[in-house]
């Protein structure tokens, strides 16, 4: 049994910042990818991005200069957020793929971004 948990959602006005974090436990030994997707009401969910177990990162365009995706060396991650737009309001997702390069998903965390 794999658990992932989000946490640091909640409401920020416009040009504020959120820091997400994903902790994975259970029976999982190593992380070899982990990644934050998104879904607004009405839409589909979308990537935000992602970091590889070396490190490298990928972002959405529309994140792109704003938002940063970091990890420990253990099983949490973090979505850095700046800069939030009202457009960034949606439920967050953490994803990770283990050793074997099965993903799981974490139950989500609500992100307003109103004035």
């Known amino acids: 049994q794999v658990r992932l948990v989000e946490s640091g959602g909640g409401l920020v006005q416009p040009g504020g910042s959120l820091r997400l974090s994903c902790q994975a436990s259970?029976?999982?030994?190593?992380?070899?990818?982990m990644g934050w997707y998104r879904q607004a009401p009405g839409k589909e969910r979308e990537l935000v991005g992602t970091?590889?177990?070396?490190?490298?990162t990928n972002y959405a365009d529309s994140v792109k200069g704003r938002f940063t995706i970091s990890r420990d060396n253990g099983k949490k991650g973090y979505l850095e957020m700046n800069s939030l737009k009202p457009e960034d309001t949606a439920v967050y997702y953490c994803?990770?793929?283990?050793?074997?390069?099965?993903?799981?998903w974490g139950q989500g965390t609500q992100v307003t971004v109103s004035s």
């Open positions: 970091i590889s177990s070396g490190g490298s």
């Open positions: 994803t990770v793929a283990d050793e074997l390069w099965r993903r799981y």
């Open positions: 259970g029976s999982i030994f190593d992380i070899n990818s």
